[in-house]
């Protein structure tokens, strides 16, 4: 008959496991014990463990539909302030030569 292992043993042996690097099997195999004891007091000892990640905090949201656009438009500020609006499509090397000239 196999020796009766007690819980303050059980908790050594799920620590041991965690700090291994080896699968379950692997170790209850290496150690001589029961795959599905280990398992059991493994799942025990994370569920007790203090949770290591931040508490969730759920805020208060309202869903809002946005209006929709009438017309798609892609608004460029220099760093002189002068804003240039374009609409969606308009070629990038032509806004990128305007907003060059408006900056100097």
């Avoid at 931040?54 to 302030?81: C, D, F, W, Y």
């Amino acid at each position: 008959m196999a020796k009766q292992v007690e819980k303050p043993e059980w908790t050594r042996i799920a620590e041991a496991f965690e700090a291994s690097g080896q699968t379950q099997r692997e170790f209850a195999q290496q150690r001589g014990v029961r795959l599905s004891t280990l398992q059991s007091w493994v799942y025990r000892a994370r569920r007790a463990a203090p949770s290591r990640a931040e508490a969730v905090r759920l805020l208060p949201v309202q869903v809002a539909t946005t209006p929709a656009a009438t017309e798609s438009l892609l608004e460029v500020v220099a760093a002189s302030g002068a804003r240039v609006r374009f609409a969606l499509g308009t070629d990038v090397a032509y806004v990128a030569r305007l907003v060059a000239a408006l900056g100097r």
